[in-house]
Nanobody, 122 residues
Framework: QVQLVESGGGLVQPGGSLRLSCTAS????????MNWYRQRPEKRREMVAG????????YAAAVQGRFTISRDMAKKNTVYLQMNDLEPEDTAIYYC???????????????WGQGTQVTVSS
């Protein structure tokens, strides 16, 4: 089992920045990738950014160039999502997700954090 704890959400004005953190504990050696998802009001949950244990990253088109996902190389169980130039459309609950490697398979829906609210409003 892996436990995920997010932090760093809050209220920010348009154009502002926030940094989200996610710390994993438990069987972290089974983690293949850590990802950030968000769920906007009345929308489906969507992937925002992801980073594998190899350091490969991926971003949704809507956040490309504004958001950056990174890992703390000292604390390999912590990932960050730096969000710049925030827009009202970025308002959502942001969830940390860990994809688990089991043998030769990867389970992307394996573990979820409790979510942290990000509100972009003037």
């Amino acid at each position: 089992q892996v436990q995920l704890v997010e932090s760093g959400g809050g209220l920010v004005q348009p154009g502002g920045s926030l940094r989200l953190s996610c710390t994993a504990s438990g069987n972290i050696f089974s983690i293949y990738a850590m990802n950030w998802y968000r769920q906007r009001p009345e929308k489906r949950r969507e992937m925002v950014a992801g980073i594998t244990t190899n350091g490969d990253t991926d971003y949704a088109a809507a956040v490309q160039g504004r958001f950056t996902i990174s890992r703390d190389m000292a604390k390999k169980n912590t990932v960050y999502l730096q969000m710049n130039d925030l827009e009202p459309e970025d308002t959502a609950i942001y969830y940390c997700n860990a994809a688990e490697r089991r043998g030769t398979s990867v389970y992307y829906d394996a573990f979820w954090g409790q979510g942290t609210q990000v509100t972009v409003s003037s």
